[in-house]
């Protein structure tokens, strides 16, 4: 049996390989926090985000600007829901994204997206919200509307998150 002059040779040029492989690989999150607080008497079928919701139904609108690379995916998601009072809240949303470079804009339906009560939404996979969606390279403006359904008195905090991570477009191959 041979024995080498350097044992932890392949195993260091391994590990250090995969970490070059892996510093390659960048996520770009763009976090949009929400607060609010609800005061709506009696029962209520329909909410909005506002810093204030004195209604049971509203909507909201939140621009943002932002630049994607090419061979990018975007995906929204909502998290650290917290819900405090007597009060029952559903959040659902749309998000518009529109090229300023070539001047198409993608729409991404975001149902039940943040909630502390039942929420029934279609049974599909939907780009951009249950899976990443593969979009242009280039200048971005987003419209998020952010539609609400509310009754009774509490506060909430979420935050709603778009991320941005590489990927390959679908290929029909």
């Known amino acids: 049996m041979v024995k080498s002059r ?3 040779l392949v195993p260091l040029l391994l590990i250090t390989s995969v970490a070059v492989a892996l510093a390659g690989y960048a996520v770009y999150r763009h976090v949009f926090n929400i607060k609010g607080f609800v005061n709506v008497p009696g ?3 329909a909410i909005g985000i506002n810093m204030e919701i004195k209604e ?9 600007s932002f630049y994607v690379k090419p061979m990018f995916c975007v995906q929204f998601y909502a998290g650290n829901a917290s819900f405090e009072g007597d009060f029952y809240i559903i959040i659902s949303g749309v998000a518009k994204l529109k ?5 198409i804009t993608y729409n991404i339906e975001m149902p039940c997206l943040i909630h502390n009560t039942e929420c029934f939404r279609i049974l599909k996979l939907i780009p951009g919200y249950d899976t990443p969606m593969w979009i ?3 200048r971005y403006d987003a419209i998020i509307t952010l539609k609400w359904l509310a009754s009774g008195t509490g506060t909430f905090t979420a935050s709603l998150y778009m991320e941005l991570t590489p990927c390959k477009p679908f290929s029909t191959d």
């Open 6 to 8: 350097f044992p932890l």
């Open 43 to 45: 029962e209520a079928t």
């Open 56 to 64: 049971p139904e509203g909507e909201v609108n939140l621009t943002h």
């Open 99 to 103: 090229n300023l470079d070539v001047g």
């Open 136 to 138: 242009l390279p280039g």
